[in-house]
């Protein structure tokens, strides 16, 4: 197993731009989260899916972002008309392996870090 | 809500030597998991040690060790012959669990940045 992966790692673009990020979590894994992390402080909740479904989103998750888990596989988290405040590292993070007992335990990736001019 | 206080934002320790990171949490639950994850620089967080709430044992793993008090809501991390290492972030994590959609995602305190120093 390869573990959790991000694409792409760094995006810099102009604010107005739309950005999509990827995650591609282990693949015995049925929950998948996002989380955001600015500069010095702790990951912040975005979202989280459990399979295909969407079951919670943070306040933060302003109109402006979505996020997908079309087959309950792959994720993506598309930010539209980005703003120099969305600047962080967006991390991914999956769990709960099937038909296996669930320790609570969230595996990371490596984040994809955004900056908007 | 729940809420992750780490009131220290950064410490630094000799090599071979002892060190304890604090962290508070505030919560109603009482099915819950506590967790250290390490965030290296420039790479990914990875889980440290978990506790259960129902267990009055404190968890261990090889060199790290927590001190759980559950009334006073405090969860410390203690690192025994630090490594260089360990030089890393420190996240003290909340998380309840049951069933429900709100659960078993992780709350975040802000943080302690832990340099070992040769």
């Known amino acids: 197993d390869t573990g959790v992966s991000q694409d792409p790692r760094h995006k810099i673009t102009k604010r107005g731009q739309n950005v999509t990020f990827r995650c591609d979590p282990i693949s015995e894994h049925n929950r998948l989260y996002w989380y955001r992390q600015t500069l010095g402080q702790g990951p912040e909740f975005l979202t989280y899916f459990q399979n295909e479904a969407q079951l919670e989103k943070s306040r933060l998750l302003s109109d402006r972002f979505s996020a997908e888990r079309p087959k309950g596989s792959f994720s993506t988290l598309e930010i539209q008309r980005t703003e120099q405040g969305d600047s962080a590292m967006y991390l991914c993070a999956s769990s709960f392996p099937y038909g296996r007992t669930d320790t609570g335990e969230l595996f990371f990736g490596e984040g994809s870090r955004l900056t908007v001019l | ?118």
């Not at chain 2, 001190?67 to 996240?91: E, H, P, R, V």
């Open chain 2, 1 to 118: 809500a729940q809420t992750v206080t780490q009131s220290q934002p950064e410490m630094s320790v000799q090599e071979a030597e002892t060190v304890t990171l604090s962290c508070t949490y505030d919560t109603s639950e009482n099915n819950y998991y506590l967790f250290w994850y390490k965030q290296p620089p420039s790479r990914q967080m990875i889980l440290v040690i978990r506790q259960e709430a129902y267990k009055q044992q404190n968890a261990t793993e090889n060199r790290f060790s927590v001190n759980f008090q559950k009334a006073a809501k405090s969860f410390s991390l203690k690192i025994s012959d630090s490594q260089l290492g360990d030089t890393a972030m420190y996240f003290c994590a909340f998380m309840k669990h049951g069933s429900g959609g709100s659960n078993y995602k992780l709350t975040f305190g802000k943080g302690t940045l832990l340099t070992v120093n040769p």
